[in-house]
């Protein structure tokens, strides 16, 4: 099947500001020529001298806070620590990853501040925060997802990742798809954020041999173990995106329901075919056919083989199309039993397949069957 969302590559579009026509010391080589050059007190004042009021929130390299530009501008500011040596890299590679990128369903970059030891990130302000936090956080008790909502975030994210993966030139892989990363605005719409951890793929390659990076749970099997890193990685971690979004349960909690992580459990309903009782009890009334198709194109995305994950276009097809899923070439899925980390030596990957091949190919043609209407 040939399915493209958005046709052919596209040229990257030109952003609508003013660039900085220099490399910034101390850059690691990356350039900041394509990005807005913020100085430390415009930011300083946009937040209000970084008043704990205006914290949105924390990552691992550093805290984030609401600004208003002096135009009235809402903005995120990304702050980075200044011990983080590892953040810093991961601040130049988001720098230089989507400097120039623009998509719906991608969180904008605006620009950056490299003053003396401050780096700082300036995005777009996204206004419902995080999925993780409208579904498991002690905001999800005062926001209510129905299912039209959390399919369109599903959606939306799907085309994000398309996108990414394959219609710039060069390609980009994520790396670090999960729930805190994925944003809200006022629409609830979704937008893709946080791109430190990803890394651009040329054409000509099939996959990157590269240190694991990423989240427990959501991280893809031929990843941990031989850490070759392609596209299927992220479409591995938007299938448990998916999980995480029909059933209202984190897969990096570690277990659930006794001893089952969230796949497994997944995995044992649809063997059970009671898939139904993974559905979020706090849902309502939705379209049962529709959410077991979800749930089923989140099982395809992530079988333990790569080879046999659907591309995010053909993500979409299944779960936009009519479309009847061809269960026969269902295969189980890869997680993990964590005892410690994400190395691959403290990872015990189970399944029910004895043996896996992890090179990159397409997925088989007979995935899907296409249903006269």
């Known amino acids: ?51 704990q009021s205006n914290k949105i929130g924390r990552g691992g390299f550093g805290t984030v806070y609401k600004g208003t530009l002096k135009r009235g501008v809402e903005v995120a500011v990304k702050t980075l620590s200044a011990e983080s040596r590892q953040g810093l890299r991961e601040f130049l590679t988001e720098i230089e990853t989507i400097s120039d990128v ?21 995005y777009e302000y996204v206004e419902n925060r995080s999925l993780d936090r409208a579904l498991f956080g002690s905001s999800a008790r005062n926001v209510k997802l129905e299912w039209d909502t959390r399919a369109a975030i599903c959606l939306g994210t799907a085309r994000g990742l398309a996108y990414l993966h394959e219609e710039l030139v060069p390609h980009i892989v994520h790396r670090d798809i999960k729930a805190s990363n994925i944003l809200l605005d006022k629409d609830y719409k979704p937008k893709i954020g946080d791109f430190g951890l ?29 850490r070759q890193l392609t596209s299927k990685a992220d479409v591995y971690s938007f299938g448990v995106l998916i999980l995480e979004t029909v059933s209202g349960r984190s897969s990096g909690s570690g277990t659930w329901q006794g001893q089952k992580l969230l796949l497994e459990l997944a995995w044992q309903l649809y063997e059970e075919e009671k898939l139904l009782e993974l559905v979020d009890p706090e849902l309502g009334d939705f379209p049962e056919k529709e959410v077991v198709k ?7 995305c992530t079988q333990e083989n790569a080879n046999r994950r ?17 269960e026969k070439e269902l295969t189980p899925p890869g997680f993990f039993q964590d005892s410690g980390g994400v190395s691959g030596t403290q990872s015990k990957l189970k399944s029910s397949e004895s043996s896996t091949s992890y090179q990159m190919s397409s997925v088989p043609l007979t995935i899907t069957q296409v249903i006269p209407r």
């Open 1 to 51: 099947m040939n399915c493209s969302c958005f046709g052919a590559s596209t040229v990257r579009q030109k952003r609508g500001i003013d660039h900085v026509h220099r490399d910034t010391p101390h850059t690691g080589g990356c350039s900041t020529a394509k990005t807005k050059n913020f100085s430390y007190s415009e930011l300083r004042i946009a937040t209000n001298n970084f008043h």
């Open 102 to 122: 623009r998509h719906p369903n991608l969180v904008e970059l605006i620009g950056c501040c490299l003053e003396g030891s401050n780096r700082i990130l300036v």
């Open 198 to 226: 990803a890394k651009l793929f040329p054409d000509n390659i099939t996959h990157i041999t590269t240190q694991i990076k990423g989240t427990t749970g959501y991280l893809a099997p031929e990843y941990v173990i031989g």
């Open 294 to 300: 979800y749930i089923k194109v989140a099982l395809f």
């Open 310 to 326: 659907p591309m995010m276009s053909q993500v979409l097809e299944m779960l936009t199309r009519n479309i009847k899923l061809n």
